[in-house]
């Protein structure tokens, strides 16, 4: 549906995770029978989960507990785990920094030069800990990672950028060849990100093993501000799980479509699925585990550019250990806690017995109601606390 | 109406009480003329209200008060009613508790196990006092309860949880037979959760004598944040009256739709009746009545769980005693006082004469005012004593 | 338009002041060229303006200096000045109360039962200050009113409840008869408030000389939350305008349609005569004027029903004379200063000579944006003094 | 698209930065091949940028770097700079009033007569710092502006009123010719402001070579509140960009659209151009720059109307050098820094190698995310400077 928004000039309107509700089935199940596992390309996870490739979020150790969890965490190749041999110090040096010096002290953090040798061992500590290892260069690094990386030391390959797409022109560099890449590495490539039917589908059509999905809508991003560029996620999820839908039939191939960012409570990863998404990439919520090398602070990959900024750094705070966050028990009524048990209940009262039943659910077009957070101000607004 | 909001996936466009007014007929009636009687199957009310099943609300005392009013409290057989010989000291801890500390207190008080003995007391207890009695087990619970209940000793049974439907399948229990149930007991059997006009109308199918329409809309409740899931009342109102009558030309029995949550004010409640309701089920704003057992403090059942926790506790203070909550005179002018005086001069400016005929009245789209909650907050900006 | 609101249920979406805006014409004019002057029944205003029959806005005096200006002051007949000799005191005491306890200090000074001999005091000091005399009485007083004032002593009858219809059906009392009253007082009746196409149709098809339109719209207003009634005004005023030209082509009387309540500012009031009314009613700008008996605050007349108060108190402040709010010179910029100096200008800018032009000027649906109100925070903010 | 507003009457819904967002588009570029050049009339410039033509941006210093920066200064004609020979202590006493005062004060600093020798020295002022010299009279001072100008002077005349039209009629003055104005001056004319097709179409059959595009958008504007006028900018970018392409196949000649007005941050840039805009014309956003005669203040040039102020003045702060402002690098992340470098990214995420390809660019209706705000809030929160 096409609105004109002036003279000889349509838009379509789009659809966040605010925007939409969804309804419960006809059909309701016992928790207890709900399926939520999920295959992405050759990766077969417990959780429909990925952890953001993220400073704040994934190092060795947390993506170890998130294997063992049933998801996947992706390692930042250009973050500062392969810049510093030791990082602590860099992230206690962010975390402690003021509001106001923060993106001067994370550009900064950023500078210190990429080193091939952590690639390495960054890759070679992950595979000694028998974790999936899944890691992610940017497109112009990709062929030079992938060549350090070698054959067959991971289980997937991400790469990622603000946007990426098929037909990347520039004067200066040649785009990565997705597939060659993928032989290579001897895994599954994954790319994004993108937001639109047409832009997946030609990054399937270029080799593709799966579609990261989401442009502007993290907590931590300010793409939509800084560039005025974004999709929000439920229309994103519906139009890129369509190309999936049209390339399968096309081709037979299911490449799967991971809705990436703008997710923090139970509620909004159970609409991610519903929209279409096969898994969700999540980054601010896990940024305030425990185990998180953030320190309960989190920021974004593209905070780090010196010309340019656009993300920030953001408290998160520390709400528990991953397991809590991802399983329960919640002790907290607010969504942040026990993510995959919501999405277990969700699903079970949409009557989907498993993932791919969830993506058709009935979605409704409901803002968010005001009671629906005011809630949570009035309950904490009592005690004063928090 | 069915809106796009991706490639290949269409909403419903769904409307809450803020979204929605009501337009004034082009006849008026003397507000002495309107009759706010309503029939819920073999129940004959005074106003078309019911006391929410939750323990900060109905409790033997409240429900006495309440049905000398005209309405009907409603109470919860696995709240702490019937898992304490004396909950007061309970009641008092979960008012007493921190903000922060409120949800783990709510966690461990419903722990207690549950006592067939209690749940005789109260039905007792309740039948004494002459009130009408209702009561409430969840799903799982009905068939012990209606066996512990025993026949002709209440007046309706309320069988909630936060989604049913027909067709639960659970491969460790069995769903209850809603036939049998009133057959066992001798009463009729009010059935609940619902949303949406399919699952009503198999619940209507499957014996319910009346539907409780809400998912997610109460003030102490979190279903939409935590699951995703939520539709918007005026929306469920309109769709599970429109499966009532179906179903009464389909079958000549008249299923009264209830619906239960989200009204703060007694706008809402003329708003829900003018959607197709027969009757409201409301909570919060009578927690707030001197009778009630929550002490100024309002929670959903569903904050007890404790994996997943989908309510919070809140805080309505005591704004009178509940015959000038439900009949005034208000002293205030927010619309919190006086509920069903608010009800019989709404329908007066609408030409409505009953509850019926409140179920035509005009209701237009029109978002919430500013105007309408600034008058109020500005009024009590001025002296700043709330 | 109607919309779908649920199944089996449409409903149209309304517009008030805020979601709309005007779209300056192709032609534009010299503000010094543009008249105000309006013509209501046998009345001829020099500004569109009549201010509302409320205690805090008009008694004599500033009904004698609105009269100057070009507008017309309606002195309710049933408020303060005709309950005692001396408001002043209970003004007084209801500008000094404390925001919690003002509805019931307002509730307890309308107790004083209505004096016929101050009726006829009143009317006779606005008559002899040479102002034009219009008076308000509610319907059920309207037919003693007409006796009390007597032939030839008004120049207008506003006979005004929250709703009202020409089909008022009562066990108890009678409707008023319109054209008997005109006869009555010799002079025209100008009846509200409604808000729908039918309800205003009706009420010019018996008898009424001019509409009041309006329900639920203005600052000290709670209809819409107490009883969940109201149509924004943009939508009512276009409505009603509609009724007007159909009565006109069908009869050739001119009913003039009175657009009262919701304005807050001068681009609100250009909306309205955009929107099709032929003037306005306003009450809380002018509550704030010098000469205005409410000392800075303003409240509903509804505020003072003893069962059901549906209007609150609030806080206006003295923003400067009379003549400032209306004419100017503004030394604020904030829209409340030289109302109609700012409706000569949009008029200019619209390209409208007079009233029936500007009932044609493009109106666009445009939500308030977010700078609007946000500059003048900014600005406010900075000095800190409001 | 018309919406029905009322009973015979429609409306078109219309859009603004904060409800659209653009779509990566299918082929990205490498930002450093994106060309920013735009042609005005015979005016050609490195970046897409005017800087309003009011007293806290524009002055013969900030002019100056402007045009080094790649952009153009516009010199208000009536401001301070020409009615005072060193408007430097009034510049002062402005930045230094309280918010209570402001107003007035601005108010009586407009109140020193204009000086035709001031204009004269502005105006050579900016020639022999070798700045393209772009001065701005009101309509009713264009004639006598252009004499005292003189021939070969300046590079650009901007004729500039809050609504300007072809078709202007008073009983007292009359309005000027456009081109007699170019002809006398040797310099393209440029007129505004308009919002709609049908008055942009006029304005450039009457002559104009530009056209200004906003009426109410400014940060520092509150014509929208006062007058009730405003069309939202991308709707009225992409109506005024529809009549300068009508108008260039009706003719051949094509007149630039300048969107002026509301731009805060590099993604509402992005937005104006995808939406039709051939440049920007910005306020607020350069007020906070080192240069800018403002000291940190902003204020509307309207704000000094005696009679009724349009205007406001805000707090800006000052954000850093000019060039770091408009090419970086930023060191905030807040999208107010790199406006520029902002606009290059996103055109290159869009695919746009120049303005005329961005003006193809995808928009989509998608109301502005709450996160977009919130994570700067947040960041902002944690240390609390700011």
């Known amino acids: ?43 077969r996870l417990d959780l429909p989960l990925l952890a953001s490739a993220m400073d704040a979020v994934v190092d ?5 507990v998130l294997a063992e969890l049933g998801g996947l965490g992706v390692l930042h190749l250009e973050g500062l785990q392969c810049r510093y041999e030791d990082p602590d110090p860099l992230l206690e040096r962010i975390a402690a920094a003021s509001a106001e010096e923060a993106v001067t002290v994370i ?38 990672a992938a060549e350090i990386i070698g054959p067959g030391n991971i289980d997937a390959l991400f790469i990622l950028a ?11 560099y040649q785009s990565p060849d997705f597939k ?16 639109s039917y047409q832009a997946a589908l030609e990054l399937m059509r270029a080799g593709a093993d799966g579609i990261l999905v989401g442009v502007g809508p993290g907590a931590a991003c300010t793409t939509r501000r800084v560039l005025g560029i974004g999709v929000p996620q439920v229309t994103a999820a519906a139009d890129c799980a369509a190309a999936r839908d049209d390339f399968e039939t096309e081709t037979g191939k299911r490449v799967p479509i991971i809705l990436d960012g703008g997710m923090r409570v139970g509620g909004d990863i159970a609409k991610a699925i519903a929209a ?37 750094r953001i408290h998160v705070g520390t709400s528990g250990p991953m397991k809590q966050i991802l399983l329960g028990p919640a002790k907290r009524d607010d969504g942040t806690l026990n993510l995959f048990g919501a999405l277990r209940l969700s699903m079970s009262c949409c009557g ?3 993932i791919r039943e969830m993506q058709q659910a009935e979605i409704v077009v409901a803002p968010a109601m ?14 004063g606390t928090r």
Chains 1, 2, 3, 4 share one sequence.
């Open 162 to 172: 603000t946007v990426t797409t098929a037909r990347h022109i520039s004067s200066r």
């Open 276 to 312: 279409g998404a096969d898994a969700v990439m999540i980054g601010s919520p896990l940024a305030a585990a425990e185990e998180a090398p953030g320190r309960g602070y989190h920021w974004g990959m593209a905070t780090s550019h010196m010309g340019l900024p656009r993300g920030t």
């Open 1 to 43: 549906m096409e609105i004109p928004i002036g003279r000889a000039r349509k838009a379509r309107q789009t659809f966040g995770f605010d925007d939409v509700a969804l309804v419960p089935g006809a059909t309701t199940l016992d928790p207890k029978d709900v399926d939520l596992t999920c295959e992405l390309a050759t990766l």
């Open 370 to 383: 005001p009671t629906e957070g005011k809630a949570l101000q009035r309950a904490q607004g009592v005690g």
């Open 107 to 144: 550009q900064q953090a950023y500078q210190e030069p990429l080193k091939n040798h952590l690639v390495e061992r960054r890759v070679a500590e992950l595979k000694e800990k028998g974790a999936k290892v899944a890691v992610s260069p940017t497109p112009i690094f990709a062929q030079r």
């Open 60 to 64: 060795v150790r947390s993506a170890t």
């Open 180 to 195: 060659r890449l993928a032989d290579q590495v001897q895994a599954p490539v994954f790319v994004g990100n993108c937001v």
């Open 352 to 354: 989907a017995k498993n």
